[in-house]
């Protein structure tokens, strides 16, 4: 229909469930960053919290048809927000080109995302990848390191605790190539660190530096006998190389969900108690009984 008049449409007069249903055609899954960040920006909150989203201020705003919405107005934005949440898979990722290491003396921790409490509290559907350099572990010796202290993974836990009641939460730990380590320590810390987030008190000890943002974990796990934050289903590990295919782990409904590693034709390839030492690690990255064995030369 033409508008002649040049009269803005009323949209905002349609009832709810009508403009749900333009906002549907529009939904996109978000990425954090957005792929190409755009330089800081001096909007409102609400506004540079949503140039995140998808790069509003450059030439790739071709392709996010939804930008144009976040600038109408805050109740377009809060109900595309809402919608999203429920619809999407929201894409994270934590790379060298985002992170930037803790510092010691600052008062408060930097966030990873720039993503508000309000919109991780009801995230449905997420994906992280940690794309991971050795340097990253901030270690100087990977095997004396524990995986709990590592404080990359400290700080995701930390913002993933405001996920309230999510459905699918999954992981990928890339590791970055390092002619001095094996991608296996990155792997090996990255899973340890993250695996149990959400099901026991295993974090508890993440409370040690008293910055603010530790408070208030520790606030949150003592005020609830559950401990905080949301639970990984799957963990993939990868290599920015070439690799033969790592087997994945992934909770086991028949093991009342417990951590298991499974091949990549899906065998389940051995199951994972509270203890995972690296050795074990190993053995079960790569090989399958099922598949294999005794050994690749097999028929
Ligand atoms: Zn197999």
Known sequence: MQNHNNAPFPFMQLPP????????????????????????????????????IGSSTDAKTAGHKSNFLFLANKQIYAEYMDLMCKKTTFYMTVAPHNYTPLDPSAEEEKDIWQISPEVLKKIK?????????????????????????????????????????????KLNVKAIGDPLWSPLWV??????ALREMGS????????????????????????????????FSLITLALDMWSPGENYLMRDPANNNQ?????LKGHCVGRVGTEHPVRQFCSWLYDCPTCSPEDIGGD
């Open 17 to 52: 469930e009508l403009r749900d249903m333009v906002y549907e055609n529009l939904l996109e899954d978000p990425h954090y960053p957005p792929p190409r960040p755009c330089p800081e920006t001096r909007s409102p909150s609400w506004l540079s919290s949503m140039a995140q």
């Open 125 to 169: 559907r997420c994906e992280i990848k940690l794309v991971t350099t050795s340097t990253m572990l901030d270690m100087s010796d990977p095997r004396t390191m524990k995986s709990e202290e590592w404080n990359l993974a400290r700080q995701m836990r930390r913002q993933l605790s405001e996920i309230e009641n999510i459905s699918e939460l």
């Open 187 to 192: 792997w090996y810390h990255a899973t340890e």
């Open 200 to 231: 026991s008190s295993v974090h508890e000890n993440d409370c040690r530096k008293s910055t603010v943002a530790d408070d208030k974990v520790k606030s949150v796990a003592s005020s609830h006998s559950a401990p905080s934050g949301p639970q």
């Open 259 to 263: 951590w298991a590693w499974w091949c």
